[in-house]
């Protein structure tokens, strides 16, 4: 079958997105009319990191808001605890030290000591330190990408990565979303073919760099090689900058704006705590995730409970009354009510409700 990279894109994409690697537990389950059911402990990736990302900034999932208008509230229990990990583990460029191998190279080593300061300063390196150590107890784990001369931090939002894969070494796949970006971006990327593109003023489109294994014989036919017996049997390590045409609904199609063999990916990675079976680490935001749950869940049914525990009803056999005291009747205000229309109070229970604030 014919290879064609931007189909093995789709599918590397829906991989991630819709796909979840099997950890622990069952597998599945049948039950009746061979209904199956995921069990067990399954892991998805991009799920997880949305849900970092909605927990470290207080937010629910489904909404600011109950079944019945009301606010909820979102008592955060693990944002601090990510931020005192970080604040533990944080270093600084003089926290590098660079040691001679021997005695000979004390000077050497005292010389790239002072230039590595100097290229620390001059490219910003301690900020981008601490994004990656913001990144390595949030998220569980932080990447930091080689560019040129550079070192970047890249995002766990951006990266799409074999979800099951030991390392980003040895990922069947990995790719980086350069999202937003303009013709004009495109056009100053050193190397990049633009020729066959068509992008209007304006219009902005998701750039995808892949790292990933192609067949060998379609590599030399994109780079007009000449394909020898075999080829098309052996595989290669390739980066591929794609932008696909998003337009054509039928077919995978885009254009290949960059394409070389690499022996090594620019990627270096460190994990808070590993989990055999899935990439992404375990942080402190991960950690707290059923803390944070059953601690929203008390808060809230304690807010409902004194709410409703709060309210004062009054009830009356007199239909001429006024039907809410509150709105209807001012102070000084005499009512009129018929013999044996006495207004008086519902009583309601709220020795429960004074238990749990007392413990609040």
Sequence with gaps: MQFNIFDQLKTELDDFYTGKVHIAGTKQETGRYLNKKETGYQFSQWETLNLIELYYNSKFESGDTDSEGQRK???????FRADVAAKQTDIDVKDFV??????????????????FRRWARERYFGSVINQLNQDFSKYGSCVAKRVGSEIERVPLKNLIVQQDARSLKTARYVIEEHVDMSFDDIESMKGWDVSSLNIPFGENNCVYERYGTV????FKEQKRMKIEKGDEMRSIDCLSILLPNVKDKKTNTGSILFMEKITKRPYEEAHWMRIDGRWLGVGEIENQFENQVSRNMTANLRKRAMYWSSKHVFQSSDTEIAKNLIRNVK???????????????VAIDRKSTRLNSSHT
Excluded: H, Q
């Excluded at 509230?73 to 944002?79: D, S």
């Excluded at 067949?215 to 379609?218: E, N, R």
């Excluded at 102070?331 to 044996?340: A, F, H, Q, S, T």
């Design 98 to 115: 660079f040691v001679p191998d021997d005695s000979n190279s004390e000077y050497g080593a005292f010389f790239i000591s002072k230039k």
């Design 331 to 345: 102070d000084g205000d005499v009512l009129k009510i018929m013999p044996n229309g006495n207004i008086t109070p």
């Design 215 to 218: 067949p060998l014989s379609w």
């Design 73 to 79: 509230v979102f008592l955060n229990v693990c944002r």
